[in-house]
């Protein structure tokens, strides 16, 4: 696990709500099953954000026939970037079900996302993946056999291939969670790219407690989410 500290963060200037920059995939090349640009017009932020359970009201897919091995559910990391500044969980959340949608994938969507609130404000990664089932990359890799085990950090693999299956190259991922809950920096709400602002972020290389919980970033750097179906 990487020491929790001065860490390096890869900043930009400015705030932007949603950044979908691609960068090179460890199997890098021209694949007949990626999924195409995500062109997406997306609402401003909040300036108080989304504190509170993500509203996913605008969600409407009718889930693909593609089978889900031994009938569990999928997860996938982004292949697309954004800073904290989320709109809270609202663009995290249309982010992971947008990319579901264009890889032909189907189903319902969340981002492994916490937020670290007052009472009802608070929210915890693990509630918002509903599924008490088996997880599986796209690929048909299981990385658990229930939903307990992400929050135990036990992953039977890592989660480091997206939507369309590209493996990715180990690369940090928004989470603000720790065993499964808020833990430490989540970019205010996820409302926030302010570089001397800070948010928790995992690996994909990880399967162990580092999967969730590696090294804070600042918020104006561009990072990846955890997608899971629920």
Known sequence: MVAFGSAACNLVTGASDLVTVEDDPVDAGPRADAAPPLEASLPPPSSTGDSGGADTSFVDVVDSARPRPDGGKLVFVSSTLTTGNMNGLVLADKTCNDLATAAGLG?????WLSIDGEDEMRTRAIDRVTAGT????????????????????????????????????????WTGTRN??????????????????????????????????????GCAALQRLYCFEN
Request: glycine share 10%; with cysteine; aromatic share 10%.
């Open 180 to 217: 499964g809950a808020y833990y430490f920096g989540d970019c205010s709400g996820w409302t926030s790219a302010n570089q001397n602002v800070l948010g928790t972020t995992g690996t994909t290389a990880a399967r162990g407690l580092d999967w969730s919980t590696a090294e804070p970033n």
């Open 134 to 173: 088996e997880y599986y990359l796209v690929d048909g890799t299981r990385v658990v056999t229930q939903r307990q085990q992400l929050a135990s950090n036990n992953l039977e693999h890592a989660i480091d291939k997206d939507e369309s299956g590209t493996l990715r190259s180990p690369a940090p991922v």
């Open 107 to 111: 189903g319902k969507w969340s981002a």
